[in-house]
Structure formats: structure tokens, C-alpha cells
């Protein structure tokens, strides 16, 4: 991902979108309808032109998002964005809960507990009030979204929001969910930990001030969201009664398309990550600037690290012991495979089989619980996510 590229700035960015646009539609997308026209060329045969269509434009933003730092406005963490229909707050940072290794690479980074924004997700119909205290039991979604830790956002008004409708929509026992809006990474600005100091306040938010049960919390991360969700589960099984006022650990994990290995361990020929390249939209994670930009000034060692990579193969003794119940889906189309497959077998291996559950959706690219019309996947996967909540 080429951050902080000359094209990034103004007025060089908007005629570069400008022209990437018109090449998009006059010569791209026709050049993509012939070359997928038969099911013999198609990525997948199964994948009709517009599934084809579908991954070949999302590749090509994400990949135009990383040249010119973005397409289009997107809210982050510098400012709540009230509007019709969205509910926000902003949330405290917990400097009293920060301490250990994670506290001594905040103190390195440079980077503090601050105030962020979160928003609610709630139920059509469900008549909620905005942070209300929870029903005896009642279950709630803490949401961390993906986009490599350097795109995308938590607000409602954006495409990340179709993940948590998504689960609303098809889960009875849930109600409501909660998104924190985390700090991105940037050239110099808010390496890690930082997101994992704002992934801690939405936490503590969740538990100490709303009064949810830590048992009644389910996290669920997709992609670098799934990372997050893990680092701070980690975090919070690590240091669980080293300080009084730090919540106990979640009760439940759903990891969408998991990013779980930012070292690039996996990407070797004849694996996934080379493998599925034509049937996803993302590159290799190991050839992603972004992953150095989130490493920041401790350096690129710091990828080979439990609480970054757990998934790594450069990571030795990675334990789980301690971690929730887990719920793990994923594309077999998807260059993650590998990687998440070695994450899967660390986690089972540590809390047990039965405690993680596994969805492999056939012919599905990395995190398309995003695409609303990615069918019949992303149905299916919802519909297990809602059985497995639902037996918690």
C-alpha cells in the first residue's frame, strides 16, 4: 500500500482519481467482461461475470485507495459524526488500564490513551436507547472493523456498516452492536499500539459504564479487525487481576477473514497467498507497506510478535490458553487461507476442538460478509453465526 505518495495530495489526487475513473469504465470493465466471458477464464467457474465484475472492481479501489491515500471522504477517529439515523459517543481512553508490554511499546511509540468516538448499531424494531443498560443476559457485539489498519471506518454511513446490520438482522438473540471508531495508521502517526488502546476503551466502555457482563460480550473483528480483536483478548486474558478496575476477557470471538500473520511467513510460492491471488481482491499481506507503517518506530521485528502475528511461523509458543469460544469464517477463494488455517490450529490446540467452530465458504474472497450481494455465502455464513451465538 503506497502511503503518503505524491498522488495522496491535492490537486494531484483528484485528477488522478479522475482519470483512474474514466480508464475504469471505458477500458477496464469491458476488458474484464470479455476475459471472464467464459467459466473456463473465470477465477472460479462457479462465479458468474458479475461475481467476476464484482472482486475485479473491489480489487481495483482497494488498490487505487492505497496510491492516493483514499478514495472519497471517510470519517475516522477525529471527530464524531452525528447525523439522521446514527447513534455516537465519544469514549474516555483508560490510561489506568494500560499496563506491561503494552504500556512500554505506547511509552516507545509514542502514542497515548485519547478520547475516540463509538458508535451503536441497533436493531430495526428492537426500540433501544442509546448506551441503556442491558436486560438480565442480554448479548451485545463489540465491533472492530478491518481495512489493513490504514482504510475504512466504524460509521454507519460507510461500507463497513453492512457487517454488523448484517449479524442484526439475522441473529434474534442479539439486539444491539458497538463499533469503536480506532485510531489509523499513517506515515508517523498512531503506529501500535495505538489501536489497541482505543480497542481497550470501547471495551471498558461496553463493561464499566453501559454494564454489560464481559461473559455477554461477543468482539467481532473482520480482517486487521479480527487482529485487533485477538490482540486485545490477549491483552485481557494476559493481565487478567494484575489491575483492579481491568474487565475480564470477552465470552465469545467471531474472527471474519482473520488477518493473523502480518510477517508474511505464509506467502511462499505454491501457497494461498500466491494461489488464490486471481480470486481475491487484497494482495499479499507480506508485500504491504502497511504492515510497517503499523510496526512504526519499533521496526519491523516487532511483526514477529504474539500480539501482532499470532498466526506467524515466525512466532514461536504462541498460547491461546485462556482464550473464549471462537467462531472462524472464511473464503476458500480467499489468500488468507493458509495463514488462517495455522491461526485455527494454534487456538484448538490450546483451549480445544470444540471450542472453535469453522466455516469455509466454497468459492468466497477474503472478508465478503462486506458484499451485500456476495450469495449464497454470505446468507449461509450468517445463518451459522447466528446458530453458534445463539448456543453460547
Known amino acids: 500500500m503506497a502511503l503518503g505518495t505524491n498522488v495522496a495530495r491535492q490537486p494531484f489526487k483528484g485528477l488522478y ?23 473456463a477464464w473465470r477465477p472460479r467457474r462457479s462465479w458468474s461475470i458479475l461475481r467476476c465484475l464484482q472482486v475485479s472492481l473491489a480489487r481495483y479501489f482497494v488498490q487505487l485507495g492505497g496510491k492516493v491515500g483514499g478514495v472519497g471522504r471517510m470519517p475516522d477517529h477525529r471527530a464524531l459524526e452525528l447525523g439522521k439515523g446514527v447513534d455516537g459517543l465519544y469514549v474516555d481512553g483508560v490510561p489506568e488500564l494500560v499496563t506491561g508490554d503494552v504500556k512500554k511499546w505506547a511509552d516507545l511509540a509514542g502514542v497515548a490513551p485519547t478520547r475516540i468516538p463509538g458508535y451503536w448499531y441497533h436493531k430495526p424494531g428492537a426500540h433501544v436507547v442509546m448506551g441503556e443498560q442491558p436486560r ?22 460507510t461500507a463497513y456498516a453492512a457487517v454488523p446490520r448484517a449479524l442484526l438482522a439475522h441473529t434474534p438473540a442479539l439486539r444491539r452492536a458497538f463499533a469503536i471508531e480506532y485510531r489509523l495508521v499513517g506515515p508517523g502517526a498512531h503506529p501500535f499500539p495505538a489501536q489497541l488502546l482505543d480497542a481497550l476503551a470501547g471495551y471498558s466502555y461496553l463493561v464499566s459504564t453501559v454494564g454489560f457482563s464481559p461473559e ?16 486485545l483478548t490477549r491483552y485481557l486474558v494476559s493481565y487478567a487481576g494484575a489491575l483492579p478496575l481491568l474487565p475480564a476477557p470477552p465470552g465469545a470471538l467471531v474472527l471474519l477473514s482473520p488477518w493473523g500473520d502480518l510477517t508474511g511467513s505464509h506467502d511462499t510460492p505454491g501457497s494461498t497467498a500466491f494461489r488464490h491471488a486471481p480470486s481475491d481482491f487484497i494482495s499479499a499481506p507480506g508485500s504491504n507497506s502497511s504492515a510497517s507503517v503499523y510496526a512504526g518506530p519499533h521496526g ?6 504474539a500480539y501482532v502475528s499470532p498466526a506467524s511461523k515466525d512466532v514461536e509458543h504462541v498460547s491461546f490458553k485462556g482464550f473464549p469460544r471462537t467462531f472462524i469464517s472464511l473464503g476458500d477463494a480467499e489468500i488468507l487461507a493458509d495463514q488462517i488455517e495455522t491461526l485455527r490450529a494454534r487456538l484448538a490446540a490450546d483451549v480445544g476442538e470444540a471450542r472453535v467452530e469453522t466455516f469455509v465458504s466454497k468459492d468466497a474472497c477474503h472478508d465478503f460478509l462486506w458484499f451485500e450481494r456476495f450469495e449464497p455465502q454470505r446468507g449461509e455464513v450468517l445463518t451459522a453465526i447466528s446458530s453458534w451465538i445463539g448456543s453460547l
Open 17 to 39: 482519481i479522475g482519470y483512474s475513473l474514466l480508464g475504469l469504465w471505458l477500458v477496464r470493465v469491458p476488458y474484464w467482461s470479455v476475459r471472464n466471458l467464459l467459466p
Open 216 to 231: 455477554n460480550i461477543i468482539i467481532v473483528g473482520d480482517s486487521a479487525g479480527a487482529n485487533l480483536a485477538l490482540a
Open 136 to 157: 438480565v443476559g442480554e448479548k451485545v457485539v463489540y465491533c472492530l472493523h478491518g481495512g489493513g489498519y490504514v482504510s475504512h471506518s466504524a460509521h454507519p454511513a
Open 300 to 305: 519491523r521485528a516487532l511483526l514477529a510478535n
